[in-house]
Nanobody, 117 residues
Framework: QVQLVESGGGLVQPGGSLRLSCAPSGSIFSIYAMGWYRQAPGKQRELVAGIISGGSTNYADSVKGRFTISRDNAKNTVYLQMNSLKPEDTAVYYC???????????WGQGTQVTVSS
């Protein structure tokens, strides 16, 4: 079964940067949307950023101007560049792919991002 593999999380000081990456362990066809979600302790999972096959992007208001989502279509890889990180960005970050073919949606295992001095 194909899985999404994330990397790039870790501990960073406020104001610092991290870059997350997510790639599938095998072939996934007809991906029309990729996204990053996050879940902080005691909170619901929320959409951080998304990108569709045409290249259009959308961001949560809390990360606009600081985070940038991008994709490499040849590698079916999605990235999240996170700058000017704040303690409130601390969460487990999950990548998500959507396709029109079953199982219609894939999730990564999650990568911890901790912003603390």
């Amino acid at each position: 079964q194909v899985q999404l593999v994330e990397s790039g999380g870790g501990l960073v000081q406020p104001g610092g940067s991290l870059r997350l990456s997510c790639a599938p362990s095998g072939s996934i066809f007809s991906i029309y949307a990729m996204g990053w979600y996050r879940q902080a302790p005691g909170k619901q999972r929320e959409l951080v950023a998304g990108i569709i096959s045409g290249g259009s992007t959308n961001y949560a208001d809390s990360v606009k101007g600081r985070f940038t989502i991008s994709r490499d279509n040849a590698k079916n890889t999605v990235y999240l560049q996170m700058n000017s990180l704040k303690p409130e960005d601390t969460a487990v970050y999950y990548c998500n792919f959507k396709t029109p073919i079953a199982p219609y949606e894939y999730w990564g295992q999650g990568t911890q991002v901790t912003v603390s001095s």
